[in-house]
T-cell receptor, first 116, second 108 residues
Framework: DSGVTQTPKHLITATGQRVTLRCSPRSGDLSVYWYQQSLDQGLQFLIQ???????AKGNILERFSAQQFPDLHSELNLSSLELGDSALYFCASSVGGAVRGYNEQFFGPGTRLTVL | GIQVEQSPPDLILQEGANSTLRCNFS?????LQWFHQNPWGQLINLFYIPSGTKQNGRLSATTVATERYSLLYISSSQTTDSGVYFC??????????FGTGTLLAVQP
């Protein structure tokens, strides 16, 4: 158990819908990262938050958005869902947000999203 | 950005055999991690190893940062070692760039 929790574990929805994925980081970690794992794209970084502020952005679609709340949990919102958004979405956390220094990331169990 | 390549893409071993997995990265890195993704999809941290050598039981890893590669050694493999092994590196930003993984099957 990494200490990172994600809910829900599974989500089945229809095209055009909107869903929210939730992540709680390990105790003491200030950074939260979101990754997407799909069969055709592999594991890809989406976005990072550090202590409530967006720190880095990757291949995140405009239909997707995220935020980190004062209690440090994070939510990833996916809207206007398409079949191709079906994937395993991981949240990870690390203690810091600086590039230098110890920055090991720990991953949650993931949310498996199926868009029908 | 950084590119990460892993080899071999897949590997079949008999229980008890040893193996070496390789990860090449294209630029200097501040972070290098090895993960095991089990058949249930969980990503399990194996090593945080931007440089040097570490050992944890039957697993060990070495990263030679100046030559831009890392190796993961699995000794006396067990069926529970089966799954996908990912190398991921981070450079100028905190984001991890993942390789395409090595699919390992350990047969009894």
């Amino acid at each position: 158990d990494s200490g990172v929790t994600q809910t829900p574990k599974h989500l089945i929805t229809a095209t055009g819908q909107r869903v929210t994925l939730r992540c709680s980081p390990r105790s003491g970690d200030l950074s939260v990262y979101w990754y997407q794992q799909s069969l055709d794209q592999g594991l890809q970084f989406l976005i990072q938050y550090y202590n409530g502020e967006e720190r880095a952005k990757g291949n995140i679609l405009e239909r997707f958005s995220a935020q980190q709340f004062p209690d440090l949990h994070s939510e990833l919102n996916l809207s206007s869902l398409e079949l191709g958004d079906s994937a395993l979405y991981f949240c990870a956390s690390s203690v810091g947000g600086a590039v230098r220094g110890y920055n090991e990331q720990f991953f949650g169990p993931g949310t498996r999203l199926t868009v029908l | 950005g950084i590119q990460v390549e892993q080899s071999p893409p897949d590997l079949i071993l008999q229980e008890g055999a040893n193996s070496t997995l390789r990860c090449n990265f294209s630029d200097s890195v501040n972070n290098l991690q090895w993960f095991h993704q089990n058949p249930w999809g969980q990503l399990i941290n194996l090593f945080y190893i931007p440089s040097g050598t570490k050992q944890n039981g039957r697993l060990s890893a070495t990263t030679v940062a100046t030559e831009r590669y890392s190796l993961l050694y699995i000794s006396s493999s067990q069926t529970t070692d089966s799954g996908v092994y990912f190398c991921a590196s981070g450079g100028a930003t905190n984001k991890l760039i993942f390789g395409t993984g090595t699919l390992l099957a350990v047969q009894p």
